[in-house]
Each structure stands twice: as structure tokens, then as C-alpha cells.
């Protein structure tokens, strides 16, 4: 499954490098590219991963999901 979200706070290529290893870390996550100039994240899951775990896997950094 393909799912996108838009981030807010990253900034540079270590904000997008830091995205990429807590959103590649969830269970199921195949793949995860994070787009910079557009803030967006692009994610393939073998099941739905849904907006409450993405944001879990944020907690304590200083990046976050734009509501």
C-alpha cells in the first residue's frame, strides 16, 4: 500500500535522513522516500499504516505530520 504524507520542520537532508529511519522502522514499512523541496514523505506498507503510528514514530524529535 502507498500512502503520502506532507512534514513539518524538516529542513535539510539530516531532517529528511532522521524521517527515513523512524518511518522505515515501523512494522510493515517496505520503503520510505522523503522529498525535501516538497516536504512530503511517500511510504509502501505491506498493510495500511495509519496517521497515529506515523505520528508515534515522530514523538521526540521535532518533526511532524502537517494536520
Excluded at 527515513?20 to 522516500?33: D, L, T, Y
Excluded at 522523503?34 to 521535532?62: F, M, P, R, Y
Amino acid at each position: 500500500m502507498k500512502k503520502e504524507v506532507l512534514l513539518d520542520g524538516v529542513k535539510c537532508a539530516g531532517c529528511a535522513n532522521t524521517v527515513q529511519e523512524k518511518f522505515s522502522a515501523i512494522e510493515g514499512v517496505e520503503s520510505v522516500e522523503v522529498d525535501l523541496a516538497t516536504k512530503k514523505a511517500v511510504l509502501e506498507s505491506q498493510t495500511e499504516i495509519d496517521t497515529e503510528t506515523l505520528n508515534a514514530a515522530l514523538a521526540g524529535t521535532k518533526y511532524s505530520l502537517v494536520k
